[in-house]
């Protein structure tokens, strides 16, 4: 959601810097309708059918977030100064702070991730100055202190994922953001640094595509089977205590599931770099909407709360999910043929704001 996109109307044979960033929407895309799949209904695992309905679930969001990083990256290394960029990005970030902690008041039953966005856009202020394998490095230390620190806090008392609200006091709002939450900060912050990483490499190296796909495959394939042997021998342990480190269940904050999830992350981003120049007459609808991220992810809340929160019901809860969902690809198609950046994206781009920082320089 923050890159600055391609043309509306792209060409039939688009620069090979435009089908880049397509791809990416497109993968960002594909990440918002797997976060739509879990909040507009039920979690449950009982039977093949929820088993395949909810994969999303634990990956959806960390696609979201790695995309993020890599977004941030694309964005900071704009032709736009450092002196211009920054008030830019601080106002992206309130944003995001502000508006999620809205929006948790509205839905309190399904969290609201752009909270943990607004920090993690921050935060980048200080990242974007390691170099790449510094960030490889913080990733890597974080993917082991992250869940420490957060199982630590755990185990004494009563773990709660509730996200802050507006109206919060300051301390609890950023207890919450950074241990207590559904998205803490803490462990979060691992996808976004690896995003950040992967933005800054060549993403037309075929190679390197490859590289994510088979590589993204096997990390979420291995670490899902370890994850899944591991609570299985550890048995009614692996639902408390330290213990937990060693088990990868979704959104368990636990490093077996950041592996897993940021490896599926990793498969579909090489994926849709690496087929959309096969598959993008078809799949633009699906750019579109990841180009109106921000707005669409929005809006489904607001339909959620609409709806006076998650639908139970499977024999419900799908062909509505699937009609929002044809819904957003067609409103987003013809937003972006005919007007080009969402509503809420043009908040984010705060055209103003980087004149009078212009103007100020």
């Not at 395949?52 to 100064?81: C, E, N």
């Not at 309130?94 to 921050?122: K, R």
């Not at 993008?280 to 699906?286: D, I, N, R, V």
């Amino acid at each position: 959601m923050t890159e600055a996109h391609a043309s509306v109307s792209p060409p039939q044979s688009p620069p090979r810097h435009t089908t880049r960033l397509l791809a990416i929407d497109a993968a960002r895309g594909l990440a918002l309708i797997g976060m739509m799949m879990i909040n507009l209904g039920t979690v449950r695992s009982d039977g093949w059918f929820n088993k395949v309905w909810t994969l999303p679930f634990g990956r959806a969001s960390i696609l979201f977030v790695m995309l993020a990083g890599l977004g941030m990256s694309l964005f900071l290394s704009s032709r736009r100064s450092h002196a211009h960029r920054w008030p830019v990005l601080v106002w992206r970030a309130l944003i995001f702070l502000m508006l999620g902690l809205a929006l948790q008041v509205l839905t309190p039953a399904v969290s609201v991730i752009l909270p943990t966005y607004g920090v993690l856009f921050l935060g980048a202020l200080l990242w974007r100055r390691l170099p790449g394998r510094a960030l490889v490095a913080a990733a890597a230390a974080m993917l082991v202190i992250g869940p420490i620190v957060v199982l630590a806090h755990q185990i004494p008392g009563e773990h709660k994922t509730r996200m802050p609200t507006l109206g919060e006091s300051p301390g609890t709002i950023l207890h919450s953001l950074f241990l207590s939450g559904a998205y803490p900060l803490l462990v979060w912050v691992v996808p976004f640094l690896v995003g950040m990483w992967l933005g800054r490499q060549d993403l037309r190296n075929v190679a390197l595509q490859h590289r994510l796909v088979v590589g993204g495959a096997v990390a979420a394939a291995v670490a899902f089977v370890i994850g899944q042997a591991s609570a299985w021998m550890l048995g009614a342990r692996a639902d408390s205590g330290w213990a937990r480190l060693l088990t990868g269940a979704a959104h368990g904050q636990m490093p077996l599931w950041l592996v897993s999830s940021i490896g599926s992350a990793s498969f579909v981003v090489g994926s849709a770099l690496l087929l959309w120049p096969r598959m993008s007459k078809w799949a633009l609808p699906l750019a579109y909407v990841g180009q109106l991220a921000f707005t669409l992810y929005v809006a489904h809340f607001f339909f959620i709360a609409a709806m006076g929160g998650r639908i139970e019901s499977r024999l419900v809860g799908v062909p509505v999910t699937i009609a929002l969902v044809l819904l957003f690809a067609a409103a987003a198609t013809l937003w972006v043929r005919r007007w080009g950046t969402g509503p809420l994206e043009r908040v984010l781009r705060a055209t103003w704001l980087a004149n009078i920082a212009r103007g100020n320089a």
